[in-house]
T-cell receptor, first 111, second 116 residues
Framework: DAKTTQPTSMDCAEGRAANLPCNHS???????VYWYRQIHSQGPQYIIH???NNETNEMASLIITEDRKSSTLILPHATLRDTAVYYC????????????FGEGTQLTVNP | GAVVSQHPSRVICKSGTSVKIECRSL??????MFWYRQFPKKSLMLMAT?????????EQGVEKDKFLINHASLTLSTLTVTSAHPEDSSFYIC????????????FGPGTRLTVL
């Protein structure tokens, strides 16, 4: 699976949009971009995933660049409960593939 | 999303004893389950992958005789830490997915193991 690079930490004001970047310059054509987050002492939570089109769900939006070498996860109106470590993972969406976690980005939402 | 549970959520045991952790998929059939370990302030590290009815596939450096994994049904996998030692103290997390293409993995809440 392709390697990803994320900033170690980011801060965001409550109510503002949080934009979390991820670089995956070696991504292959059949690899998806997945985002998970982990609130302290809990299991990871699935957020969103995409292949090349932008995606949006009730939690977030995922913007993938045209060359697919980077992406941005957008939390439109961050709340204190969004404070967590956010992991960007690329992998083939086949039934046997697994998720390999990097170090992620610690997002802290401040009041 | 689908729900994955783990039991117990927290366990303290004496060195040399064995501890069993259960992972259940509550509303779907998990053809594949994964076990991760996470040390403080570190990322999740995959320990093993198990498919229902098959032997688990362990990651390099993970002792299969120490971390016994059983995936006997489509809704239950167990991880047994045998002869636990203080260095086995960690946060153990399972995840599960069904067999449909493109499906995401759902994670359990984790089990905090402390070995005295």
């Amino acid at each position: 699976d392709a390697k990803t690079t994320q900033p170690t930490s980011m801060d965001c004001a409550e109510g503002r949009a949080a934009n979390l970047p991820c670089n995956h310059s070696t991504i292959s054509g059949n690899e998806y971009v997945y985002w998970y987050r982990q609130i302290h002492s809990q299991g990871p939570q699935y957020i969103i995933h995409g292949l090349k089109n932008n995606e949006t769900n009730e939690m977030a939006s995922l913007i993938i660049t045209e060359d697919r070498k980077s992406s941005t996860l957008i939390l439109p109106h961050a709340t204190l409960r969004d404070t967590a470590v956010y992991y960007c993972i690329v992998r083939v969406a086949a039934s046997g593939s697994r998720l390999t976690f990097g170090e992620g980005t610690q997002l802290t939402v401040n009041p | 999303g689908a729900v994955v549970s783990q039991h117990p959520s927290r366990v303290i045991c004496k060195s040399g004893t064995s501890v069993k952790i259960e992972c259940r998929s509550l509303d779907f059939q998990a053809t594949t389950m994964f076990w991760y370990r996470q040390f403080p302030k570190k990322s999740l590290m995959l320990m093993a992958t198990s498919n229902e009815g098959s032997k688990a596939t362990y990651e390099q450096g993970v002792e299969k005789d120490k971390f016994l994994i059983n995936h006997a049904s489509l809704t239950l996998s167990t991880l047994t830490v045998t002869s636990a030692h203080p260095e086995d103290s960690s946060f153990y997390i399972c995840s599960a997915r069904d067999g449909s293409p493109g499906n995401e993995q759902f994670f359990g809440p984790g089990t905090r193991l402390t070995v005295l």
